[in-house]
């Protein structure tokens, strides 16, 4: 356990070291709550259920720091490792893979939590954000919807060849993701075909799996079902696809 705290740790140095995964990371998704409730505001409406703008796109925000750090940070993160040969050299440790691939996890865990807690505090700074009471079921879907696209990440970064390579494709996957599945824009606002095409994407039911709870205090099962399935997948694929040099 000591050793793997140690390399939790030396994870998340590395990662703060790291000014352009930090701003994707952490700043990006406060950016856009920013910029969107300077635009639309926050004001509690009827036709809302009293809340206002800010507050029904706090799911959708939180989808995008889970989307971002298993997308775009993991494989590009692992990749690099990779190329620069510091996953063998770790591999032949008396270390053993298993709290070299925890401890990435664990971090991102960290950083995921940390984008989510600068979130809540942005909101409730700038707009007063209104936080729905006794949903505390928020937690286990974050860290599913986390887990989820965490597998993914480890999947990129061990079929693509180079970090550079895994950062492109991660970014052609991830952004069209983002602003299709309501985590950067509401769905409602868009087309119906459109939104039937959101509809097949793992971003999407993330977004919708916090929201319910976030809103209702519901789970929604096919968001549940298709998580987890995409969960499944990821473990299994990247069980046969993680390459260490």
């Known amino acids: 356990m000591k050793t793997f705290l140690k ?28 910029l969107f409730g300077l635009i639309f505001g926050n004001e509690s409406e009827e036709l809302l259920g009293g809340y206002g703008q800010v ?4 799911p959708g925000y939180i989808g995008m720091v889970i989307g971002t750090i ?7 993160t692992l990749a690099n490792y990779r190329d620069l040969g510091i996953l063998r050299r770790l591999r032949a440790t008396p270390l053993g893979s298993r709290p070299v691939l925890w401890s990435q996890v664990a971090a991102q865990v960290l950083m995921t939590a940390a984008g989510i807690i600068l979130l809540f505090i942005a909101g409730l700074t700038i707009f007063d954000l209104r936080i729905p009471n006794g949903n505390l ?6 860290l599913l919807s986390a887990f989820s696209f965490f597998a993914v990440g480890f999947v990129l970064a061990g079929v ?14 991830f952004y069209p993701m983002l602003f299709l599945s309501g985590a950067a824009m509401p769905r409602y606002i868009m087309p119906d075909f459109v939104q039937q095409i959101a509809g097949l994407l793992p971003l999407t039911h993330v977004v919708i799996l916090v929201e319910d709870l976030w809103l209702k205090g519901i789970w929604n099962l096919t968001s549940v079902a298709v998580i987890a399935v995409v969960l499944i997948l990821g473990l299994v694929i990247s069980r046969f696809t993680f390459r260490w040099e």
């Open 70 to 76: 298993g997308m775009l940070s993991i494989p590009t």
């Open 55 to 58: 507050d029904l796109s706090v």
């Open 7 to 34: 390399l939790t740790y030396m994870e998340l140095k590395l990662q703060l070291r790291e000014p352009l995964a930090l701003f994707f990371t952490l700043a990006f998704p406060v950016m856009v709550m920013v």
């Open 137 to 142: 079921a928020i937690v286990p879907a974050i």
């Open 160 to 173: 693509m060849p180079t970090a550079r390579t895994a950062q492109a494709v991660g970014m052609a996957i």
